[in-house]
């Protein structure tokens, strides 16, 4: 961080409330008999149902090519001879894209590196011989039908020269580290001297968990149609971040921003993978050499192959305590992988920065690079596996002094931001524990490990802090479009993966405008929209009400110039109107109102449209702001298989004001079932002598089925956050992370067996 | 090729190699039915042949000619969402949407076995005349579509509340 930025910060940090976004609370945080906190159905759910949502690869064009992608397999090297005449006189072919052909391409700019980047890598792609990673696509079919093109390309002979590649995580260890980044900042943190502090401390954990890589798998494989007409490229994504997409392509192919279209109006699910990878940039590439539209869809295998996962990570967790459980020492230090051609430190520290208060602190990621595809975002990237190495830690201190481990936490509560100094925006976690402890009868857990059997299975109990923090990124804006009819639409360039985007959005926007949700159009998932929303960091909820609130200022003012002075609202002030029954009305007094068709019929406008951009995002900055949960699970342990099976599980959360108790609670169960993933069966494996990913399928890279799962309860504080727009915190994220500690603690509790490597599988229960 | 999908009689020239889900998708536009694997790992795909369910990306459309095939978009009449379609939406068992036309097709194919009394995995006593249908027998029979999104405590409630409701296939020798 410069000097500059620094003052900035403490500038910010100091500054009176009312200067900062947040700083006089959203007045709908007010607005208790609303759209807002009913359980809606999700508005696209008759679409979703009936098979009418269409995705990316679904999309008709006259005169379709369809595109096949073959694989480099070796890790590093350069090509030496690609044979492809095969190929080319394959049926059906219409193109063969190598290194040797292909249209003269910039570097994708990774992102990180820009406000509006979105590249996975920052490598010029097809342009020369170099092999980065096994995996890496070397060649492109294009053909009439999809069988045409996967034969093909299968007749595709690649020679290589190869170059010695760092393919094993403990090799490259051993090799030396370098220290992380993350959002361009140093992953490293000193407060006190925590070393001498722990080595001092009468109570102590010291321990080293790890944790594999990850891949989202969405169900929806990654996918793209594409078109150019003339230098205008269209682009029917699968995408969270359109905005991100255009501007890249934009910079690769050396054309506008303006000339990339993209639209994404469904995403069969993301949780960090849908942003910009090879193959839509190569089906751009392509598309252009044949003057041919084209679909590129990746098969499972080669999702693996060109779209990153969650990078391994190393951690120790050293607590240092006093006989009472008070914290003197925290030390959270490890490794983690990335590439030569990524910005994307895992962070896994950040949790461990504001859970815990502490005399001292030595946090700190070091990174090592390795030649595979760039590792990337994965639904809490950080927190997620961050949370298993230190709410295993809490646990394991918490036997070690003989104390229940949810009075061991809330011990240590924080009355401020323990690393920061800020004063929390809002903070429910005590709350939270005591109304979950309640709900999932945890007095009946035995401390003494091993203490409850049922025939062949032992029988534990373990619990867990979550937390994500409120993340809200610069670029919000909207546009509100209010007919004459009394109708609105509003427009932002924002993302519907699932999360219930669409839906929350048009129960808040009824609210703040005073309409009824059948006379409100969200419009979303397409460039030509405003905003610079990634659906990503649980962030975009808060972006969309932000950029709203702004426009929604600017319709009020708007609006009451046109009522002029012959309205009931003559004379205020647009902070002190707000929407009410189809129009504006005084806050204090809702008698002094006028509908929009009122407002717009007496100035003769058949409609009144604004934008507006969202304040800039300085309460992050002013205040410490985190959503936390409490996670309890009761697992079965079977004594002879060393089958793990989850039979409880309830998360208990604090995430401000939930706006829909239906989809925000799919939202939670989604992520905690993800959480079951990546305790008990997720793992992508490389083979260390050549690089490649060992098990690219569904059949061998393991996620959560039916019978895996059991029902979930979910219950939360619905404590508004007076600093957020509409009071809300994220909810996309929060669910995944503590469960993997909450289920390892289970075990011990059930078997004895500490496992500090996931995923808990039989073999290291036996 | 002639085949007979929801009801309707299709005709198409395709490569041999086409699956059966392939042609529904790029070639008849039937777009409902998904693909998320292409190997038969995730169920996205899942169709109702003649009453019984299948994937079908694992199978060559070529076999198929003349079967009556179900798919998402043959579930609605007269635009009327199916019971279980409703209940999908009003328990919430869906969050993207896109394992969701393959796992209706696959509860109602799945209706259909327990009716018939196919035993699973978790059946206590698989010599029994009828299956006691419950929570595990449902998501045992289920376990073959994946949903990422981790809808599935809202898909099995969807289900058991319309399981009696599900019709069962017509005769595998019916017009």
Not at chain 1, 119 to 147: P, S
Not at chain 1, 447 to 473: E, F, I, K, N
Not at chain 1, 715 to 739: F, H, K, L, N, S
Not at chain 2, 64 to 76: A, F, H, P, S
Request: hydrophobic share 40%; net charge negative.
């Amino acid at each position: 961080m410069s000097i500059v930025q620094a003052a900035l910060k403490k500038a910010i940090a100091l500054a009176p409330d009312s200067w900062i976004p947040g700083g006089s609370p959203d007045p709908l945080i007010r607005e208790r008999h609303g759209h807002v906190g009913q359980p809606v159905s999700r508005i696209d759910g008759p679409l979703k149902v009936a098979g009418k949502a269409r995705f990316a690869a679904e999309f008709p064009i006259e005169g379709l090519t369809y595109a096949a992608l073959h694989y480099s397999s070796v890790a590093k090297g350069r090509i030496v001879e690609i044979r492809t005449s095969e190929a080319e006189q394959a049926p059906g072919v219409v193109l063969v894209m190598t290194h040797r052909n292909a249209p003269s391409l910039a570097k994708a700019p990774a992102f990180g590196t820009n406000p509006k980047a979105a590249g996975g890598d920052d490598l010029a792609i097809m342009q020369d011989d170099r092999i980065h990673w096994n995996g890496q696509a070397v060649a492109l079919v294009l053909a009439e039908t999809q069988e045409q093109a996967d034969h093909a390309q299968s007749l595709i002979r690649v020679d290589y020269e190869v170059d010695a590649a760092s393919t094993s995580f403990e090799q490259a260890i051993a090799d030396g580290t370098e220290p992380g980044q993350f959002m361009g900042e140093p992953l490293k943190l000193r407060i006190g001297d925590a070393d001498a502090l722990f080595a001092t401390a009468p109570a102590k954990v010291d321990a080293t968990y790890r944790t594999p890589g990850h891949n989202h798998n969405p169900i929806e494989l990654h996918a793209a149609t594409l078109a150019w007409s003339g230098d205008e490229l269209r682009v029917h994504d699968a995408s969270q971040a359109v905005t991100h997409a255009a501007w890249t392509l934009s910079q690769i192919f050396g054309i506008k921003e303006e000339q990339v279209h993209v639209t994404s109006p469904f995403v069969g699910g993301g949780f960090g993978s849908k942003t910009l990878w090879h193959h839509q940039i190569l089906g751009a590439a392509a598309a252009r050499l044949a003057k041919r539209p084209v679909r590129i869809v990746l098969s499972r295998e080669g999702v693996f192959r060109t779209v990153g996962g969650r990078a391994p990570t190393e951690q120790r967790v050293a607590l240092g305590a006093r006989r009472d459980g008070t914290f003197d020492a925290i030390i959270h230090t490890g490794v983690t992988a990335m590439t030569p051609h990524n910005a994307m430190t895992e962070p896994f520290i950040i949790a461990t920065r504001s859970l815990y208060a502490a005399k001292s602190f030595r946090l700190e990621v070091d990174t090592v690079k390795l030649n595979t595809v760039a590792n990337t975002f994965m639904r809490a990237p950080g927190e997620a596996v961050g949370t298993f190495a230190l709410e295993s830690a809490i646990d394991e201190l918490a036997a070690e002094i003989g104390m229940d481990p949810i009075e061991l936490r809330i011990r240590n509560e924080p009355e401020r931001d323990p690393t920061q100094g800020l004063p929390f925006s809002q903070r429910g976690i005590v709350a939270a524990w005591r109304a979950g402890a309640e709900r999932f009868e945890w007095y009946k857990r035995q401390q003494r490990p091993r203490s409850v059997r049922d025939g062949d299975w032992l029988v534990g109990l373990g619990c867990a802090t979550a937390t994500y923090p409120y993340y809200r990124m610069p670029g919000g804006a909207a546009r509100i479009t209010v007919t004459r009819d009394g109708r609105a639409i509003v427009a932002v360039a924002a993302h519907e993966m699932g999360m219930g985007t669409a839906t929350a959005q048009t129960q808040v926007i009824a609210d703040r405008l005073g309409l009824s949700m059948d006379q409100v159009k969200f419009h979303y998932g397409d460039t030509s929209l405003p905003g610079i929303v990634l659906a990503g960091g649980s962030q975009q909820t808060a972006s969309v009400g932000a950029g709203v609130v702004a426009a929604h200022r600017a319709l009020v003012a708007e609006m009451l110039k046109l009522a002029g002075n012959d309205s009931p609202l003559a004379g205020l002030h647009p902070s002190e109107v707000g929407g009410f029954d189809g129009g504006l009305c005084a806050l204090d007094d809702h008698d002094r109102r006028e509908s929009y068709a009122s407002i717009l019929a007496r100035a003769q406008r058949t409609e009144i449209s604004v934008e507006a951009e969202a304040s800039m995002p300085l309460e992050m900055q002013h205040w410490s702001m985190h959503s936390h949960a409490a996670m309890f699970c009761e697992a079965r342990v079977n004594e002879v298989t060393g089958e793990v099976r989850i039979s409880r599980f309830l998360g208990s959360f604090d995430c401000g004001r939930i706006l829909n108790p239906k989809t925000a609670a799919s939202q939670f169960r989604g992520g905690i079932i993800m959480g079951l993933g990546l305790a008990l069966m997720e793992e992508t494996q490389l083979d260390e002598r050549t690089g490649r990913i060992m098990n690219p399928s569904l059949a061998e890279y393991h996620v959560p089925v039916h019978l895996d799962v059991p029902a979930i309860d979910v219950i939360w504080t619905d404590e508004a956050d007076p600093r957020t727009p509409m009071g809300a915190r994220g909810v996309g994220e929060i669910g995944i992370t503590g469960v993997g500690a909450a289920v390892a603690n289970a075990v011990f509790n059930a078997t004895g067996k500490r496992v500090r490597d996931l995923p808990i599988t039989l073999d290291k229960l036996l | 090729m002639q085949f007979v999908i929801n009801g309707r009689s299709l005709d198409a020239d395709v490569d041999l190699r086409t699956s059966l889900l392939d042609l529904l998708r790029d070639h008849f536009g039937l777009s409902g039915t998904k693909k998320g694997c292409n190997q038969g790992a995730c169920g996205a795909c899942t169709v109702l042949v003649d009453g019984n369910r299948i994937n079908s990306c694992l199978a060559l459309a070529v076999q198929y000619q003349g079967r009556k095939i179900t798919t998402v978009e043959g579930l609605t009449s007269n635009g009327a969402l199916h019971p279980l379609q409703e209940a999908f939406v009003a328990h919430d068992g869906f969050q993207c949407g896109y394992c969701t036309p393959g796992q209706i097709c696959s509860a109602i194919g799945m209706a259909n076995e327990l009716r018939t009394g196919v035993p699973s995995y978790v059946t206590a006593d698989v010599a029994a005349e009828a299956i006691t249908v419950d929570f595990d027998e449902i998501r045992e029979r289920m376990s073959g579509n994946i949903c990422r999104c981790g809808a599935y405590n809202g898909i099995i409630e969807a289900i058991s509340e319309t399981l009696g409701t599900i019709p069962l296939p017509e005769a595998k020798d019916a017009p």
